[in-house]
């Protein structure tokens, strides 16, 4: 049997302990191609690296689909630091020759050094808010979900994706931006997630029934992720983005999972998020290149 079989029968059988961004049935919606290297003992799988590509022969690298937060090294059990570091430059070690590779590192990996492995670090700035930690609300932030409250918005599970899909890609069109989730990729992560417990998307709707807001959120046993949000223009000073994701991050606590931003360099978008009491994590990358 290949890693790859190995792996994809190990995520079906123990889903809970895999981050959602390295569960095969994820990487096989996201991934143009995917593979993993794995660190085995006595037949059991103690560690493993996936890893997606995508290239000709000429062009082959490692990157990180646009979806996904992560990329990185999983310990699937108890390891000392020294340990972790030893297993990890085998693995790397292992991998396929590309003109280019990328790793976004789970945090709790920000240990491990892959300098010596001629690999160069930045690191990534995200912001958290930890298991049972107390909502510590913006004045501005606060505002407005007690505007969502006076108004009696309603928070359920987007009813019509056509109308979430466009919130959502709202965001990227007033910057001027590509849209990094087409509508059939959109569509595949709604039937995955909702079918394996993943995430959702979820719309706060007012008392018209006018869509104000929609956020994708994607989850696996220890966090939930906010991947993409999207607000209705003609309702811009709602507050329905703050007021959804006020609601999300309270049903997160309440469920004893760390509620992840999911990051950004800009101040200002930084601060939106630190407005809901958010601490900033930093996120170790691993890059290297031929050129």
């Not at 937060?69 to 570091?85: E, R």
């Not at 912001?127 to 609300?137: A, F």
């Not at 590509?178 to 998307?201: D, P």
Request: aromatic letters at 14%; proline letters at 2%; a positive charge.
């Amino acid at each position: 049997m290949t890693a790859k079989k190995k792996y994809i029968a190990f995520c079906n059988q123990h889903a809970d302990i895999i981050p959602v961004f390295l569960r095969a049935i994820w990487l096989d919606a996201v991934a143009e191609k995917w593979n993993v290297i794995l660190q085995e003992e006595d037949n059991e799988i103690k560690a493993a690296l996936p890893y997606c590509t995508k290239g000709n022969i000429l062009t082959n690298r490692i990157y990180l689909p646009d979806v996904s937060f992560y990329q990185s090294i999983i310990f699937l059990q108890h390891y000392t630091a020294k340990q972790q570091q030893a297993i990890s430059e085998n693995l790397f070690r292992q991998l396929p020759h590309t003109l280019k590779s990328y790793f976004k590192f789970l945090p709790e990996y920000s240990n491990i050094d892959l300098h010596a492995l001629k690999y160069k670090s930045e690191v990534y700035p995200t912001y958290c808010i930890k298991k049972k930690s107390e909502i510590s609300l913006s004045t501005n932030h606060a505002r407005n979900v007690q505007k969502g409250v006076k108004n009696q918005y309603i928070i359920s599970e987007s009813k019509n994706i056509s109308i979430s899909y466009a919130l959502l890609a709202s965001t990227f069109i007033r910057q001027n931006l590509q849209i990094k989730l087409s509508f059939e990729l959109y569509k595949k992560l709604q039937h995955i997630t909702q079918k394996n417990g993943m995430g959702k998307t979820l719309d706060c709707i007012d008392q018209r029934n006018n869509v104000l807001a929609s956020i994708l959120i994607v989850e696996d046993a220890k966090c939930v992720y906010y991947l993409y949000g999207g607000y209705d223009t003609s309702f811009k000073n709602s507050g329905a983005m703050t007021f959804l994701l006020h609601y999300i991050i309270q049903d997160t606590i309440q469920r004893n999972k760390i509620f992840n931003f999911c990051g950004s360099s800009k101040k200002s978008i930084a601060n939106f998020f630190e407005g809901f009491g958010a601490k900033k994590t930093s996120i170790p990358i691993w890059k290297k290149s031929i050129y």
